[in-house]
Structure formats: structure tokens, C-alpha cells
């Protein structure tokens, strides 16, 4: 089965501010974590495994005092 291509990640605003989510788009990559496959952004920033089979994301190598979130992840055409 070929992998989806790319993937809207939902991103959470900082804790206790009322900034809006932001949505990154990421591009599949031959990669695995954990036997998922590895999305990263354009800019190679934003690095997640995603499972499909749930429509979820986990952050990659988190930057310092970010919190692993579970995301929101879903598929583009």
C-alpha cells in the first residue's frame, strides 16, 4: 500500500494564550519511528510520525519545553 503524500498536522497554541491553532501541511519521507512513517514540513522544522490508521501525529524530536503532544493529522490529496 503506497503512503499518503502529505498531511494537515494540527499544531496547539502555547499554553495560556488564546492564539489560534495552526495548521502545517507535511510531506512523507522515506523514514520510520517506531514502524510509522516519518512527515516532515518544507523547511524540514516540524519532523512527526504519523498513523494512519487512527488520524493521529507525534511529534519528532520536540524542541526544548515543548510538551509531546498527540495530534491531530489528516490526509490531502
Given at each position: 500500500?503506497?503512503?499518503v503524500?502529505?498531511?494537515?498536522v494540527?499544531?496547539?497554541?502555547e499554553?495560556?494564550?488564546?492564539?489560534p491553532?495552526?495548521?502545517?501541511?507535511?510531506?512523507?519521507?522515506?523514514?520510520?519511528?517506531?514502524?510509522q512513517?516519518?512527515?516532515?514540513?518544507?523547511?524540514?522544522?516540524l519532523r512527526?510520525?504519523?498513523d494512519?490508521?487512527?488520524?493521529?501525529?507525534?511529534?519528532?524530536?520536540?524542541?526544548?519545553?515543548?510538551?509531546?503532544?498527540?495530534?491531530?493529522?489528516?490526509?490531502?490529496?
Amino acid at each position: 500500500m503506497r503512503e499518503v503524500q502529505r498531511c494537515a498536522v494540527t499544531l496547539p497554541a502555547e499554553g495560556g494564550s488564546h492564539a489560534p491553532q495552526r495548521i502545517v501541511v507535511v510531506h512523507w519521507t522515506p523514514d520510520l519511528a517506531g514502524g510509522q512513517p516519518v512527515y516532515t514540513d518544507v523547511d524540514a522544522v516540524l519532523r512527526v510520525a504519523i498513523d494512519s490508521a487512527h488520524g493521529t501525529a507525534r511529534l519528532l524530536a520536540a524542541q526544548p519545553g515543548s510538551q509531546a503532544h498527540c495530534l491531530q493529522a489528516v490526509p490531502l490529496p
